[in-house]
């Protein structure tokens, strides 16, 4: 079965730096896509980034980056010159690629983001 | 609609008490997915619906769980005689396609407390 693991409880930022989330995952497929959402206290959860498994290339949507280790099976986020709004619970997620019978989501327990002005 | 839309935002209800969530998927969304997210836990896959088809329910808890989407848009979570354990936040999301990577759009969840 496949799992996703954060190690981070909680972190901290100060605003305009550099934040790194890190997550690991365990698969035997070859072809999945992982995700970053962002759930605020509204509770909505929102994508952030996505990056197919089949990509060797890391994802980037604006500030924010992905670090995509495939031997490693590491997926790490990375926000640049973080701002106020950025501060939430980041989930990371795993989904089976095509051919997968269901494409639910798998998350990790979530980090904790504050941003400090 | 522009997003997905769940009601209630909150229910309460007592220990025994059946009670229904309902999901509005955005419109012409094929696939739609209940997950269940527990105080400081991530979400956790519940039950998919592609079309009205329920095509896997292997995250039910139990048989006290059951969800419908008989027209193919709208679905209901029904949780019968409900117990502590069963508090949770719900959220449904919605996918526009099966077998590609759409990405799942969430709503807001329904906060469920039992006492």
């Known amino acids: 079965a496949q799992t996703v693991t954060q190690s981070q409880p909680e972190m901290s930022v100060q605003e305009a730096e550099t934040v790194t989330l890190s997550c690991t995952y365990d698969t035997s497929e070859s072809d999945y896509y992982l995700f970053w959402y962002k759930q605020p206290p509204s509770r909505q959860m929102i994508l952030v980034i996505r990056?197919?498994?089949?990509?060797?290339q890391n994802a980037t949507e604006n500030r924010f980056s992905v670090n995509f280790q495939k031997a490693a099976k590491s997926f790490s986020l990375k926000i640049s010159d973080s701002q106020l709004g950025d501060a939430a619970m980041y989930f990371c997620a795993y989904r089976q690629g095509y051919g997968g019978a269901t494409n639910k989501l798998i998350f990790g327990t979530g980090t904790l983001l504050a941003v400090q002005p | 609609g522009a997003g997905v839309s769940q009601s209630p935002r909150y229910k309460v209800a007592k220990r025994g008490q059946d009670v229904a969530l309902r999901c509005d998927p955005i419109?012409?969304?094929?696939?739609l997915f209940w997950y269940q997210q527990a105080l400081g836990q991530g979400p956790e896959f519940l039950t998919y619906?592609?079309?009205?088809?329920?095509?896997?329910k292997s995250g039910l808890p139990s048989d006290r769980f059951f969800a419908e989407r008989p027209e193919g848009s709208v679905s209901t979570l029904k949780i019968q005689r409900t117990q502590q354990e069963d508090s949770a936040v719900y959220l449904c999301?919605?996918?526009?396609?099966?077998?590609?990577?759409?990405?799942?759009?969430f709503g807001d969840g329904t906060r469920l407390s039992i006492l």
């Open positions: 990056q197919e498994a089949y990509k060797q």
């Open positions: 999301a919605s996918s526009l396609d099966v077998g590609s990577n759409q990405p799942q759009h």
């Open positions: 419109s012409g969304h094929v696939s």
């Open positions: 619906f592609q079309n009205e088809a329920q095509l896997d």
